[in-house]
């Protein structure tokens, strides 16, 4: 059975033809138009100042959500009474 639902089946890596290529001459990219006088760049300012007030607005709102959680300090380890002999004593010898 298994050698009938395999026979001839062999893996091809390589990409399937599923339509043939018909490559053109492609699209010209159009020429630029010849720039008229005072037809340039023009930015409306209020619409500006109104942007960025709303993006400071935005910014405080979700500054106040977004805060890092500070990590708890770890507490200090209690001293051992030892620690302060063995302390001691390289103090002496060193």
Sequence with gaps: MYS???RGSVVV???VSVVPEQRGSGTPIP???LAESGA???I???RLTRIRSETSAVSEL???IFVEDQPT???PAPAHPKDAEWKDEIRRVG
């Design 4 to 6: 009938v639902l395999h």
């Design 31 to 33: 020429a630029r138009p």
């Design 44 to 46: 409306d300012q209020a």
């Design 73 to 75: 300090p770890m507490p």
């Design 62 to 64: 979700l500054a106040g």
């Design 40 to 42: 340039g760049l023009q």
């Design 13 to 15: 890596d390589e990409p």
